[in-house]
Structures are given as C-alpha cells and as structure tokens.
C-alpha cells in the first residue's frame, strides 16, 4: 500500500479523516473551514475510499513536519475537484444562527439544501426563544440529514434563559438539534465549552451517538463533536426535564 494510503487510512476514524488540529483545509478562509470539511466527509462516511481518490492528488510529504498533509497552497483545484462530484447533492442542511454566510453559499455549491432559518439567531424565532416547548412552530415536522452549530453551545448568559443554567440551555439545545436530525443523519458542533464528551451518556438519552470529538484548532474551546442520529426519536420538553433530572441525581455538579 502506498504510503499516503496507509496514512489516510490511519487517520479515517468510523469513516472521518481526521486532521491534526489547525491543518484543515481553507475552504473558504473562515473560522468554518474545519465545520465545512467535517459536513463533506460526513458525505462520504460510507465511502472513505472515493474521498481519498479526491483528495490524494493533493496529499504531499512535508519534509519540515516529516509528514504527510493536504497541500492547501492548491485549495481552488481541491474545491474545484469537489464542485465536480457534488457531494452533498440532495442533502437537507439546518444550522442554527450562522454566524456569517459564505459557508452557506459553498455548501449550496456542493449540491447541499440550506434551511432559510439557519441564519436566525436563538432569541428571534418566530414569539423569541426557541426551545422544546415552541421548535416546531417553526419547523413544522421538517428533518435534516445533518444539522450543526459553530461558537453558540457555550455555557454563558447568551443561552441562558429564564433563570435556568448554562448547562440545562445548552443540552435543550441540543435535544432541539437530535430531534431535527434525521435517522442516520449528522449533528456537527464546534467551538464552546458545552462541545464535550462529558455529556455522552445525555446524546444517547435523546439518540445521539458520538462518532468523534477531537481538538481542531489551538485556543479555548477550540473542539469538534461530531454526532450521529441512531433512531427516530424525539424528545419533547417533559422527557428532557425527567432526563436531565434523572443524570443531575447522579452527576449534581455536572448537572448543574
């Protein structure tokens, strides 16, 4: 075998290629370059094989790093090659409040449908908050075959609400992301310090299993979860209560 094959195949971990942080490719020079590769692997997840045959031209040794890397110094033949093989055609995508749009406008590209509400933020939908009690006056039944967030589950008082705590808003959160994802289908976070793998335990509760979390850049926070939808279920507000009341018995300080 090749020796770029037999590292490609090393770093493929339950059909993701997984980087050293900081080296993913500059898709679009924004800090979602790394969110953006994750969603086109998560493309090919079934297919590691084809995603290598795209991305082995630009696999070079680096002697500096006595490494291999993706050659980013070639970034548009590498989009381009992409473009080509549309592989998020026919794809359902929702993220919730896009912090900015070029990400949105490439994944479209790439063949993805983009929910129009990803670019509302959590405290403006449709009466304010959205929250398990009110997410499909807003949705109305649609599913996602892979949903995401960038920099918004952080344990802070922009997601807190109604004197409950950081933790509490956050795993509502992502009950809200579980249930909008499709069976089989994708929920990708990066960027806050609730992108853990403390809460394990929690996503499997609301039919999350945890495929991969890793650090993908130098800085705070600066992690990866990536997660994927086991069954058809869905949580609505008095479950979630019984099962964070549930895990908080166990875990009070995590729980909190």
């Known amino acids: 075998m090749p020796a770029k094959e037999e590292w490609y195949n090393k770093k493929v971990k339950e059909g993701f290629f997984i980087f050293n942080k900081n080296e993913f490719p500059a898709f679009t020079g924004t800090a979602y370059d790394p969110l953006i590769f994750a969603i086109i692997n998560g493309a090919y997840s079934k297919n590691p094989a084809r995603f290598y045959g795209i991305l082995e031209p630009h696999i070079y040794f680096d002697n500096g790093k006595k490494d291999f890397r993706i050659d980013s110094r070639n970034i548009e033949q590498l989009k381009s090659d992409l473009l080509s093989d549309m592989p998020l055609k026919g794809l359902q995508i929702l993220e919730i409040e896009s912090k900015e749009p070029g990400h949105i406008e490439f994944l479209k590209l790439l063949g993805a449908g983009v929910d129009h509400n990803s670019s509302i933020k959590i405290n403006e939908f449709g009466a304010g908050r959205i929250t398990l009690n009110n997410y499909e006056d807003v949705f109305q039944g649609r599913k996602y075959d892979i949903t995401l967030s ?15 705590s950081g933790n509490f808003c956050g795993l509502e959160l992502y009950t809200i992301f579980a249930n909008l994802t499709k069976k ?10 609730l992108i853990t ?17 890793f650090r993908y850049a130098d800085g705070n926070d600066k992690f990866m979860l990536i997660m994927k939808k086991l069954n058809k279920k869905v949580t609505g507000d008095a ?14 300080i995590r729980y909190i």
């Open 184 to 193: 089989d289908g994708l929920s990708i976070h990066t960027d806050g310090n």
């Open 239 to 252: 479950s979630f209560k019984v099962i964070y009341s549930e895990l908080k018995k166990r875990n009070p």
């Open 197 to 213: 793998s403390l809460f394990i335990t929690f996503f499997q509760l609301v039919g999350l299993q945890t495929v991969e979390y």
């Open 150 to 164: 960038n920099g918004l589950l952080a344990n802070g008082p922009y997601i807190r609400y109604n004197g409950l």
